[in-house]
């Protein structure tokens, strides 16, 4: 069955330390893979994608994904993060075929001053 | 350029009544798409349209109706509300269908149902 788990439902990290969300994926076909990032009383907003080619890939406000596909997994990490960066992110997967992404269940990410 | 505009922004109903969730987008997207947000769950695709003048179910369909009135509209219909559907409801569009498109979120409608 096609599935995305996110393991860590809250993530704490203290301001201006590094930061790693996990996502691994259950896909049968080539998945296109995505981070979005939700503001606490806001819609979602798309970090990053990938599609194919380099496997490490760069995203907006200083986030990036690397796509180990031996791992099954699509994890975003940021090198210092800020308070702003406290939100909930969302791993989803989909296919050119089919109009469903698959969402996880977020991580919630909670900055320590 | 507003994007994806939703409305209302909240709502809270009782149980049996009826109402329509209106959302638009003026970015030209052939699709779109109605979520549910529950806590723990991440988001539950309703129904998508994949162009104008189609519609399809999602994977949580039942208890609702949806309405492409043309390429920028999209609205979900609750006939009658029940406590289950509780919940935040986002609406989505994107340039074309299928999973390779990245998806353009509206500020979400929070219905309670009583």
């Known amino acids: 069955a096609q599935s995305v788990t996110q393991p860590d439902i809250h993530i704490t990290v203290s301001e201006g330390a590094s930061l790693e969300l996990r996502c691994n994926y259950s896909?049968?076909?080539?998945?296109?893979l995505f981070w979005y990032v939700q503001s606490p009383g806001q819609g979602l907003q798309l970090l990053l994608k990938y599609f194919s080619g380099d496997t490490l890939v760069q995203g907006i406000k200083g986030f990036e994904a690397e796509f180990k596909r031996s791992q099954s997994s699509f994890n975003l990490r940021k090198p210092s993060v800020h308070w702003s960066d406290a939100a909930e992110y969302f791993c989803?997967?989909?296919?050119?075929?089919?109009?469903?992404?698959?969402w996880g269940a977020g991580t919630k990410l909670i900055i320590k001053p | 350029n507003a994007g994806v505009t939703q409305t209302p922004k909240f709502q809270v109903l009782k149980t049996g009544q009826s109402m329509t969730l209106q959302c638009a987008q003026d970015?030209?997207?052939?699709?779109m798409y109605w979520y549910r947000q529950d806590p723990g769950m991440g988001l539950r695709l309703i129904y998508y349209s994949a162009s104008e003048g189609t519609t399809d179910k999602g994977e949580v369909p039942n208890g609702y109706n949806v309405s492409r009135l043309n390429k920028r509209e999209f609205s979900l219909r609750l006939e009658s509300a029940a406590p289950s559907q509780t919940s935040v409801y986002f609406c989505?569009?994107?340039?074309?269908?299928?999973?390779?498109?990245?998806?353009?979120f509206g500020p979400g409608t929070r219905l309670t149902v009583t």
């Open positions: 989505a569009s994107s340039t074309k269908g299928g999973g390779a498109y990245e998806q353009y």
């Open positions: 989803a997967v989909g296919a050119q075929s089919n109009y469903q992404l698959i």
């Open positions: 970015m030209n997207h052939n699709s």
């Open positions: 896909y049968g076909a080539t998945p296109y």
